[in-house]
C-alpha cells in the first residue's frame, strides 16, 4: 500500500559506486606517475644535462692551444657521465623512458677517438653527440612536463569526483530520510484507517469483513481493467474506506433490521458526504474522495449524492460500486438471505446500463471465474476478537 508521494532515489547506488570506482582508478593513475616522476623522469633529466655539459666541455677544450693536456679532467668528466647516462637509460628504457640509441654510439665514437688520441674528427663528433644528446634531454624535460599535468589533472578530477560523491551521498541521505518519513506516515494513517474501519464494522457485527471484501473484489477488478499501478492503491483504500461516512450515521437507521422510512433513508444517504468530510483534512487521502464520495452513483443518474451519471462518474467510483454490491448481495444481513455467488452475478447484469456500465460488470464476472486474491490489505481481513462471524441467515434485502 502506497499514498501519494512517492520518492526515488534519483541517485542510484550505482552511480555512487561508479563514481568511487573511478577515483580508485584516478588515485592509483596519480600513485603511477608520481613514482614515474621521482623515479626515473627526474633522474633522467639530472642524468642528461650532466651528460651534455660534460660533451659541450669536452668540446670546448678542444680548441685550446694543448688540448691533451688542458682536457684530462675533462676527459674523466665525459667518461663518467657518458657512462652514468649509459647506464640508466639501459635500466629504465625497458619501463618506457625515451632514450635515443644514437647517443650511445656517437658518444661510443667520441671515447674511441679519445682513446686513439685521433683528436681531428672529434669535434665533428661531439658537435653531433651534443646535438643528439640535447634533443634527448629535451624530450625527458617533455616526459616531465607531460607527467605533471597528468599529476595535476588527476588530482583536480578526484577532488572534483570526491564532491560530486560527497554532494550524492548527502542528497540520497536526504531522499533515504524523506521516504522513510513518508513511510511512517503511512503506516500511521493505515493504523488510523484500520481503526476507523473497525470501529466503524464494530456497530454492526452483520458487516465486519465488508470493507475488506470490497476491497479485495475492487482490486481485482481494478487489475482486470488494467488500472494503472497508482490508481491501483488508491482504488484499494478507498474501496476500504468506502462506507466510512456511516460512521457519522445514527444506530437507528444504520441498523435498522426492518424496511427504512424516508428520513432514516436521507440519513443513510448522507453517508458519502460524511466520508468525504471525514478524508478531506488529510492530504495522504484526498486522491480516495472520489472513490468514497461517488460509490453510490448510478450509471443512468439516479443515484446519490451528486446524481451524475455514465463516464462522469469516476472509474474508482464505479469499480467500488459493482464490488460494494456484490458483496451486500452475497452477505446475510438480519434483513435478508445472501444470494450464491450465480444469483448476485445475475441481479448485476440485470444492472447493466441503469446501475453498472456493462464492460464493468462484464469484467468482473471475468475476474469472479478467475479470482487473484492478492491484496496488500491482508490485516483488513483478520478477525478481531469479540466480533462475531458474518455467515449468519436471513432474509430481507437492501444496499446502503
Ligand atoms: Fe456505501
Redo the contacts with the bound molecule.
Keep these: 500500500m502506497k499514498l501519494k508521494g512517492k520518492i526515488k532515489p534519483s541517485i542510484p547506488l550505482w552511480i555512487a559506486l561508479g563514481l568511487g570506482l573511478l577515483i580508485s582508478l584516478l588515485v592509483f593513475r596519480l600513485v603511477s606517475f608520481s613514482a614515474k616522476v621521482t623515479d626515473y623522469y627526474t633522474p633522467a633529466v639530472l642524468v642528461s644535462e650532466d651528460f651534455v655539459e660534460a660533451a659541450e666541455h669536452l668540446r670546448d677544450s678542444l680548441g685550446q692551444k694543448e688540448p691533451a693536456a688542458s682536457t684530462s679532467m675533462v676527459r674523466i668528466h665525459f667518461r663518467s657521465s657518458f657512462q652514468k647516462f649509459r647506464k640508466f637509460m639501459a635500466l629504465f628504457h625497458r619501463d618506457g623512458l625515451h632514450f635515443n640509441a644514437q647517443v650511445i654510439e656517437v658518444g661510443d665514437e667520441v671515447l674511441a677517438l679519445l682513446a686513439a688520441h685521433n683528436f681531428n674528427p672529434l669535434p665533428n663528433r661531439l658537435d653531433k653527440l651534443t646535438e643528439v644528446a640535447s634533443q634527448n634531454l629535451r624530450q625527458h624535460q617533455e616526459e616531465i612536463r607531460r607527467a605533471k599535468l597528468n599529476i595535476q589533472f588527476s588530482a583536480y578530477l578526484v577532488a572534483l569526483l570526491s564532491l560530486l560523491l560527497l554532494g550524492a551521498g548527502f542528497y540520497y541521505t536526504k531522499l533515504e530520510l524523506r521516504l522513510q518519513e513518508i513511510r511512517e506516515q503511512e503506516a500511521a494513517t493505515l493504523s488510523a484507517i484500520k481503526a476507523l474501519v473497525n470501529a466503524l464494522e464494530a456497530r454492526d457485527a452483520y458487516t465486519k469483513g465488508h470493507s475488506a471484501r470490497v476491497a479485495r473484489y475492487a482490486l481485482q477488478l481494478g487489475k482486470a481493467l488494467n488500472c494503472c499501478s497508482c490508481d491501483l492503491d488508491a482504488l484499494e483504500l478507498a474501496a476500504i474506506m468506502?462506507?466510512i461516512?456511516?460512521i457519522g450515521v445514527p444506530d437507528q437507521a444504520l441498523l435498522k433490521a426492518g424496511k427504512l422510512t424516508e428520513e432514516e433513508y436521507g440519513l443513510i444517504k448522507k453517508?458519502?458526504r460524511i466520508g468525504e468530510t471525514i478524508l478531506a483534512d488529510s492530504a495522504h487521502l484526498e486522491k480516495i474522495i472520489p472513490g468514497v464520495l461517488l460509490?453510490?452513483e448510478r450509471f443512468d443518474g439516479t443515484g446519490y449524492p451528486q446524481g451524475i451519471s455514465g463516464d462522469r462518474i469516476p472509474l474508482m467510483a464505479q469499480i467500488i460500486s459493482v464490488a460494494?454490491a456484490y458483496d451486500a448481495m452475497t452477505s446475510t444481513r438480519p434483513y435478508r438471505q445472501a444470494l450464491s455467488p450465480k444469483q448476485a452475478m445475475e441481479e448485476l447484469k440485470r444492472g447493466i446500463n441503469t446501475q453498472w456500465e456493462q464492460k464493468i460488470i462484464e469484467c468482473f464476472i471475468q475476474t469472479l471465474q478467475n479470482p487473484d486474491s492478492t491484496s496488500q490489505l491482508e490485516f483488513f481481513l483478520q478477525p478481531t476478537p469479540g466480533n462475531p462471524p458474518t455467515s449468519v441467515p436471513k432474509s430481507g434485502a437492501r444496499s446502503?
Design positions: 468506502h462506507d461516512g456511516k453517508h458519502p460509490h453510490h460494494d446502503n
